[in-house]
């Protein structure tokens, strides 16, 4: 269907319009008009990735990524329904299982898009098995710390290394439960690797894998991102690690 | 028709009764719980404590709420959360131990015995003599720990490590009334 000349195009969500520009996609426009649809591997610096699901949403019935689907003028999308956010905590509680979450000693509590959007689902509790998975922690780098029992296989620090720094430090490798996070380099040790405190990769990770090291804990509780406000309450877009 | 003036009950309603335990806990839910302050002398109109560390009790008797802190990291937490989970009619899983195992399930890429001969073994300051405790009064820990729901069915979760006061008290409250409790944004937290 296309927009009268002069009027902008829109779709609806959640039975309001939304505005959008051609080309961009559902979450996007959503975003920029201050609509929250959940998302993980997300971030409107980078181009979709479409895996963690969490942004699934229903256009005209039919369930979709609002991250890699275009806006199209008069789409029916459904967002904030019972059904979709109950599949959501079950997608976030399959993540939380899957890894070594235990935000009590984690330096990303508060600042955690993981953390927040499971707060935001109302994620009380994890349901399934947990797996607690054994990865040993690279601490090889002077100045970052990699955590790899919490990766959400985001791709975000893949993306950003490559697109953004220009290095291709890390990949996804594997198959299956066993895929995980490499660095490119020979040892696989980031300390091995062309990787720099001021990277982009080195802050983008929306949970508590890549840190900077000697500055956990610098933020007062209270004043975390996710303190101040729930995410659903935060759409300017996804900031980088404070 | 005049509507009649409500008859006056004829004895209070019968107060709840709460059970509490630790298992693989620090005690810090409880000393949250005890934060609710003043709050307790309100509360305690309402529920009477069975077994509890704050009660003499030793066998948990027929309960309303159970609330469980700490996850199960030896065969004692075993046998008394499956009693626990006998007596209650509502089991709760109070704070991150009781929900994923907790900061003590960072012992879980470890093996057990090599945990118990560092400690009481090999480490420096220890005796010549000293060996790992054997006597069968001892509960044998389990390879790993694990959160509750891994064992009984829970009926609810209370998250946080610990859930502030605030947390326990909104979750209470709900409960008492029989409505399904609801932690919003500020209450609802893992850390
Ligand atoms: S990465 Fe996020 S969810 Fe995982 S332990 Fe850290 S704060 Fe918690
Ligand atoms: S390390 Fe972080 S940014 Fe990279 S894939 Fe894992 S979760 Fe995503
Ligand atoms: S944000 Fe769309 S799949 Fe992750």
């Given amino acids: 269907m296309r927009a009268a000349p002069g009027s902008p195009a829109t779709f609806s969500l959640d039975g309001q319009d939304v505005e959008f520009q051609a080309g961009e996609t559902l979450i996007e426009a959503a975003t920029r008009a201050g609509r929250y649809i959940p998302h993980l591997c997300w971030h409107p610096d980078f181009h979709p990735h479409g895996s963690c699901r969490l942004c699934t949403v229903k256009v005209n019935g039919r369930a979709g990524a609002a991250c890699t689907m275009q806006a199209a003028a008069g789409q029916e999308v459904q967002s904030d329904t019972a059904e979709l956010n109950a599949q959501r905590k079950t997608l976030l509680q399959m993540l939380f299982v899957e890894g070594n979450h235990f935000c009590p000693s984690c330096e990303k509590s508060g600042n955690c898009l993981l953390q927040a959007t499971a707060y935001q689902m109302g994620m009380e509790g994890p349901h399934f098995e947990q797996f ?5 922690v690279d601490a090889s780098h002077p100045d970052l710390l990699l955590d790899f029992n919490r990766c959400i296989l985001c791709e975000l620090c893949v993306r950003a290394s490559r697109d953004v720094d220009g290095k291709s430090v890390f990949a996804i490798g594997g198959h299956g439960i066993h895929t995980h996070l490499l660095v490119n380099s020979d040892s696989g040790r980031l300390g091995d690797a062309d990787m720099a405190l001021g990277d982009r990769a080195a802050s983008i990770c929306p949970v508590g894998v890549i840190l900077p090291k000697r500055r956990g804990f610098a933020i007062p509780i209270g004043q975390r991102r996710f303190d101040q406000a729930p995410v659903s309450q935060q759409t300017q877009g996804d900031g980088d690690s404070p | ?160 490590c610990p859930p502030s006061a605030n947390a326990f008290w909104t979750f209470l409250n709900d409960l008492m009334a029989g409505r399904t409790p609801h932690l919003g944004h500020g209450l609802m937290h893992y850390d």
């Fill in chain 1, 132 to 136: 607690y998975p054994n990865r040993p």
């Fill in chain 2, 1 to 160: 028709m005049t509507t009649p003036a409500p008859l006056p009950p004829l004895q209070a309603p019968r107060k709840l009764k709460l059970a509490t335990v630790s298992l693989a806990g620090c005690f810090g839910c409880h000393m949250s719980f005890l934060d609710i302050d003043e709050r307790l002398f309100e509360l305690i109109e309402h529920i009477e404590f069975d077994r509890s560390p704050l009660t003499d009790i030793k066998q948990v008797g027929v309960c309303d709420i159970g609330l469980i802190e700490g996850g199960l990291c030896n065969a004692e937490n075993v046998l008394v959360l499956r009693e626990f989970r006998a007596h209650c009619k509502t089991l709760v899983a109070v704070g991150a131990c009781a929900i994923t195992g907790g900061l003590p399930a960072q012992r879980n890429h470890m093996d057990i015995g090599a945990i118990l001969t560092d400690v009481y073994c090999t480490r420096q300051g220890l005796s010549a003599s000293c060996r790992i405790p054997d006597d069968p009064e001892l509960p044998l820990p389990l390879n790993q720990v694990h959160p509750i729901h891994e064992v009984v069915h829970v009926d609810y979760f209370l998250p946080g």
